[in-house]
C-alpha cells in the first residue's frame, strides 16, 4: 500500500498519465478546506507582503507564531532561499521578526530536496499560531490497489518521513480500508484512534471525527491523496492537524472549479504550463537532447534507448494522436527555447497520427524559427512515403533515419558534438 504513496509522486505516474496534473494546493488553501469541514487546525492568515506579515503576527501575540513560506514542495523547514535565508520554516517572537523574515522569503526563491536546483517562487507566507503538541502523529487518505479503494493510513509515529518509518518498522502503520460510498463509521473510526494511542475520551472521539471528514473530503473534492503530518494531540488534550497536503484528480476539474481556481503556475514549470495550454503532453527534464514523439509509450522507450546510447533527453513530449502541423510547430517552439537542447529527435510511429503532418509541422517550424538545432528524424507508418518525399524536397537539413538504434545513436552524437 505504501508503495502506492510513494508511486503517487513519481515520473512514471506523471508520463503515463500524459499530462495530468493531480492538483497540488498551497498549506493555507489546505487550512481553509480542512475549516471548512470542521477539522481544526492552529490559526493561521496568509500574508502576501512584509506588512501583512507584521499584522499578522500581532494578532499572535499570546502564543507567538510561525512563518511558513508557502512553496509547492516538501522539506521547506531544511530548505535554502537563493538570498542566503536557510530554512522556509521559522518560530517567531515578534511582529518585527514576522516582517523581517517575510521580506526574505517572498520574491526569493526556496530550494529544497523536491525543486532542483532552480528553486520554486515565495509568493505568499503563513502565519500560524504555536501551539506544542504533546504527541505528533501521520494520518492520510489514498486510493490502494491492494485493496481497489481508499484507505486510511495513520502511525503514531508522525512528524517524520513515513516511507523510513514503514521500511524500519512495517507494524507501526495501521492501514484501514474505507467504504467508498459510506465513509468510515463512527465504531471503525474510534477503533483506530485507540490503536493509534490516543488516550482521553476526548482526544479519541476528535481523532475519529478528523478521520471520517478527511474522507469526505477526498471523496466529494475528487482528491487523490490527503497527508495530514503531524496530526497532533496537544498537551490540553486536543487534536489539531498541524500541516496539510492534499492532490486532486485533474479529471475532475470540470467539476471542482473551486478547487482548480485555487492553482499556482508560478510554482510549475513555465514550457509545461505552456504545452498543455497547446493539449501538448510535456515534461522538462535535465538533458540535452529534445524528444518529440507520439504516445507515452513511444516517448519512454525514446528516452530509454537514448539513454542506452549515452544521453540524455531534455524533455518528455507527447503531440497524441490528433497532432496538427500548427501542434508540431508549437511542440518545436517550446523544445527549441530550452537553451540545454543541442539535438532534437522526432521518433513517430504513424498509427492513428499521419506522417505527412509530422513532416509539415517540421518543415514549418524549421522555416519559420531559423532552426539551427540539428533534427534527427525517424518516421514510421501511416504516410510514411509521403512524409519522406516532403522532407527530401523541404532543402533543410533534416537527418532522416529507418533504424531507431541508429537514430538514437546519432541524435546523442550530434548533442555531444
Known amino acids: 500500500m505504501l508503495t502506492t504513496m510513494r508511486k503517487a509522486s513519481t515520473f512514471a505516474r ?12 498551497h498549506e493555507y488553501q489546505s487550512v481553509n478546506l480542512l475549516n471548512s469541514y470542521g477539522i481544526p487546525t492552529p490559526k493561521s492568515i496568509a500574508a502576501k507582503t512584509p506588512e501583512e506579515a507584521y499584522e499578522a503576527a500581532k494578532q499572535f501575540g499570546a502564543t507567538g507564531s510561525v ?3 508557502q512553496v509547492l514542495a516538501g522539506g ?3 530548505g535554502k532561499f537563493d538570498n542566503g535565508l536557510q530554512g522556509g520554516v521559522h518560530k517567531v517572537e515578534s511582529p518585527q521578526q514576522a516582517k523581517e523574515y517575510a521580506s526574505k522569503m517572498l520574491g526569493a526563491k526556496l530550494i529544497t530536496k523536491q525543486t532542483g536546483a532552480a528553486g520554486r517562487i515565495c509568493n505568499t507566507v503563513m502565519l500560524a499560531e504555536r501551539r506544542d503538541p504533546a504527541h505528533e502523529y501521520y494520518v492520510a487518505v489514498l486510493n490502494d490497489r491492494a485493496t481497489g479503494g481508499p484507505v486510511l493510513v495513520a502511525s503514531a509515529q508522525g512528524g517524520m518521513n513515513i516511507e523510513e518509518v514503514a521500511a524500519k518498522d512495517p507494524d507501526a502503520i495501521i492501514t484501514t480500508p474505507i467504504d467508498f460510498q459510506n465513509g468510515l463509521s463512527q465504531s471503525e473510526a474510534l477503533e483506530v484512534a485507540k490503536k493509534l494511542g490516543f488516550k482521553g475520551e476526548t482526544a479519541q472521539e476528535e481523532a475519529a471525527n478528523i478521520f471520517i471528514n478527511l474522507y469526505k473530503i477526498f471523496k466529494e473534492k475528487d482528491a487523490t491523496q490527503i497527508e495530514i503530518n503531524p496530526m497532533a494531540e496537544t498537551s490540553d488534550g486536543h487534536v489539531l492537524c498541524m500541516d496539510a497536503k492534499f492532490g486532486f484528480d485533474d479529471n475532475a476539474e470540470f467539476r471542482q472549479k473551486d478547487i482548480f481556481a485555487l492553482r499556482d503556475i508560478t510554482q510549475e514549470e513555465p514550457s509545461e504550463v505552456e504545452a498543455q495550454k497547446a493539449n501538448l503532453n510535456f515534461i522538462k527534464l535535465d538533458g540535452s537532447i529534445g524528444c518529440l514523439v507520439n504516445g507515452a509509450g513511444l516517448a519512454m522507450a525514446t528516452m530509454d534507448v537514448l539513454a542506452l546510447h549515452g544521453g540524455n533527453p531534455a524533455n518528455f513530449l507527447d503531440v497524441g494522436g490528433g497532432a496538427t502541423p500548427e ?3 508549437k511542440a518545436f517552439e517550446i523544445i527549441s527555447a530550452d537553451p540545454k537542447v543541442k539535438s532534437i529527435f522526432i521518433n513517430i510511429f504513424g498509427g492513428i497520427m499521419r506522417c505527412d503532418y509530422i513532416a509539415e ?8 524559427l531559423s532552426m539551427s538545432i540539428p533534427l ?14 516532403m522532407i527530401r ?10 533504424n531507431l538504434d541508429d537514430a538514437a545513436e546519432q541524435a546523442v552524437q550530434l548533442a555531444h558534438a
Open 14 to 25: 506523471t508520463v503515463s498519465a500524459g499530462q495530468r496534473r493531480f492538483l497540488s494546493i
Open 67 to 69: 512563518i511558513k513560506a
Open 76 to 78: 521547506r523547514g531544511k
Open 361 to 368: 509541422g517540421v518543415i514549418k517550424a524549421s522555416k519559420e
Open 393 to 402: 524536397e523541404s532543402g533543410l537539413k533534416i537527418i532522416p533515419f529507418d
Open 327 to 329: 501542434t508540431v510547430k
Open 376 to 389: 534527427i528524424v525517424r518516421l514510421k507508418g501511416t504516410k510514411e512515403a509521403e512524409a519522406k518525399q
